[in-house]
Structures are given as structure tokens and as C-alpha cells.
């Protein structure tokens, strides 16, 4: 070792690295911790864990770090559903005993599954915790009815023990026979009257489940959608009713769609099913005044009805301003 190193380490001013664990003791270091959790110990067993974050384990051909997802678990007292992972690592470490030739092979196999097992973990840490599985309708509604059976038959069960104190307060034990044939008679006649309301509910939602599919399908057409749908006037008529009523983000579409019903009349822009508000600014003359003003108002509009849930007051005005503007530009030079 050279001498200011060796300085360095008198002074307490640097240790030297630790030398990697054997594949052995890094296992017996985890069958440790595995004793201490299994013993409720989990404050000394977060301390050996915190030791072992860090290392490194010598496999033979390579050197890898020990595994950070595990031990930082265990670093962890109050963090449940450690042992399984635990054991999932423990089991893909190979098991000959410390000093009998080369470290043998890393069982990738069981590698593969204890990293499959860390992604597919829950997000509260507990490796492997409960999964609900969703049953078919069929047999969900064959448990529900089987549930309710049973209800029904201890319930008249539970009716027939009142009747009989209160009709025969000095009966002998032998009716209780008689009793248990009334009980699966009522209970077979009320079986059949469930089955019946139940298969006649089912009939039922699949007669009217097609003619909501289709109402699903078909909403009602939104009538301010099309510009076509009115002139320009009665689109400026149409905004400042939607302003009044205090709707500004639907004032701001009317003013567009007057705009732009405006332009197909005078024949700067022509109507094409499909295209975009942006399609429309790209075909529009080069040379015509006011189209650098049209392409600020559509990026205005965009912003206003694509994004975002509302528009102010103030909003409206600013685009109202610069659409009646160009309104006026288009009819003055169509005129």
C-alpha cells in the first residue's frame, strides 16, 4: 500500500473498499435476515440488510451488486410483504456449501422470475398479494342465486322454529322431520319463483339493450358544429346571443363559423368535408390583405375551443373585435 494512502487511513480520512462477498456468504447473510424477520426481529434485520446495500458478490467470472430492490425492503422496519421476495432470491442462489470448488453458475432462470415477480409487484410492495379475478356472468349470477337460496331456506327455517313453539309449545322432537320436508317443499317452490324473476329480468335487459346500443351510437347532432348550418349573419346573430347568455367560448366558434361562411361566399375559401381550420388558412391566397390577421384569429380559436374548458369574458371581446373586422374586409371587397 503506498504511503499516503496508508496516511490517509490513520487519519480516518478513507477506507479502503470492501472486498466482494463470496456467493455463499452474501446466501448465508440473507438465510440471517430471513431467521430475523421470521422471528419478528425486523429492526435487526433492517440493520444487516442496510450492511449489505452497496456490496458487491463475487459469482466467479463476475462481480455484480447485491440486490438493491430486496434489501432496500428489508432496510425498510415498517415495510410489509418482504419475505416472499426474500425467499424468491434466496432460491435462485446456487446452494453448494462455502469452500467446495468454483462458485457454480447464477441460476438465470430462477433470475428471470424474481425480476418478473419485482415488476408485476403491486404498488403497495407486497410481492404476490391477493389478485381478484373477475368470473364470467354466468357463474356470478349462479353464486348470487345459490346465496340467495340459502338465505331464503335458513330464513323459513328460522320461521318454522317460531310457528312451531307458538302453535305447538309442547310438540315432540319427531316433528322436526315433518318440519325439514315443509321447509324443502317452500324452498323448491321459492327456488322456481326466483329463477323465474330472474330469467324474466335477463329477457328483459337483452330486449332493451339493442335500442340503447343505438341511442349510444347516434347523439344528437350539434346543430353550432357545422357552419353550414347558417349564414354569416345569423352567425354574428347567433354569437352575441351565446355572449348575452354568457357562453363566450361558444360565442368565439359562432364568430369563426361567420368568418368562414363569410369567405365561402365570396369565394376565397371553398368548403371541403374533413379539412381543418389550419387547411383552410394554407389555401388561402397569398395576396390577400388580412390573411396574416386570419391566421392569428384561427390560432386564437384553436386556443380558446381546443384547449381550454372555458373562455373569458375578455377573450371574447378581443376576438370579436378582430373577426367583425375581417367580416367587414370580406363583404367591402365582395360588394
Not at 65 to 82: C, F, H, M, S, W
Not at 118 to 142: D, I, M, N, T, Y
Request: with cysteine; charged share 20%.
Amino acid at each position: 500500500m503506498r504511503l499516503p494512502t496508508l496516511l490517509a487511513l490513520l487519519l480516518g480520512l478513507s477506507s479502503p473498499p470492501a472486498a466482494p462477498l463470496h456467493v455463499q456468504a452474501y446466501r448465508a447473510h440473507l438465510l440471517s435476515i430471513e431467521a430475523l424477520l421470521l422471528r419478528n426481529e425486523r429492526g435487526a434485520a433492517a440493520q444487516e440488510a442496510r450492511a449489505l446495500l452497496g456490496q458487491t458478490v463475487d459469482w466467479g467470472t463476475v462481480e455484480l451488486p447485491t440486490d438493491g430492490y430486496v434489501l432496500g425492503r428489508i432496510a425498510n422496519p415498517k415495510q410489509e410483504g418482504v419475505v416472499a421476495p426474500l425467499r424468491a432470491l434466496l432460491s435462485a442462489l446456487p446452494s453448494v456449501p462455502p469452500g467446495v470448488g468454483a462458485p457454480p453458475p447464477i441460476n438465470r432462470r430462477a433470475l428471470d422470475a424474481l425480476a418478473e415477480a419485482q415488476a408485476e409487484s403491486p404498488e403497495s410492495g407486497a410481492l404476490g398479494g391477493p389478485r381478484v379475478k373477475k368470473l364470467p356472468f354466468s357463474e356470478e349470477l349462479a353464486r348470487a342465486v345459490k346465496g340467495a337460496l340459502h338465505w331464503v331456506k335458513e330464513r323459513l327455517r328460522d320461521l318454522w322454529r317460531w310457528l312451531r313453539k307458538w302453535l305447538f309449545p309442547a310438540a315432540p322432537a319427531e316433528q322436526d322431520k315433518p318440519a325439514s320436508m315443509l321447509v324443502n317443499v317452500v324452498l323448491v317452490g321459492a327456488g322456481i319463483v326466483l329463477l323465474t324473476i330472474l330469467l324474466a329480468a335477463l329477457l328483459s335487459i337483452r330486449k332493451r339493450s339493442a335500442p340503447l346500443a343505438t341511442v349510444a351510437l347516434a347523439p344528437a347532432p350539434d346543430v353550432d358544429a357545422d357552419p353550414l348550418s347558417r349564414t354569416a349573419n345569423e352567425w354574428v346573430q347567433r354569437a352575441q346571443a351565446l355572449a348575452a347568455a354568457g357562453r363566450h367560448r361558444e360565442a368565439i366558434r359562432a364568430w369563426y363559423h361567420a368568418l368562414l361562411v363569410s369567405c365561402y361566399r365570396a369565394g376565397l375559401l371553398h368548403h371541403q368535408t374533413g379539412w381543418t381550420n389550419w387547411e383552410y388558412v394554407g389555401s388561402l391566397a397569398a395576396d390577400v390583405p388580412w390573411r396574416g390577421r386570419f391566421v392569428e384569429l384561427t390560432g386564437r380559436f384553436d386556443l380558446e375551443w381546443y384547449g381550454r374548458a372555458e373562455s373569458s369574458p375578455e377573450a371574447l371581446d378581443v376576438f370579436s373585435l378582430e373577426a367583425g373586422a375581417i367580416l367587414g374586409e370580406v363583404k367591402g371587397a365582395s360588394a
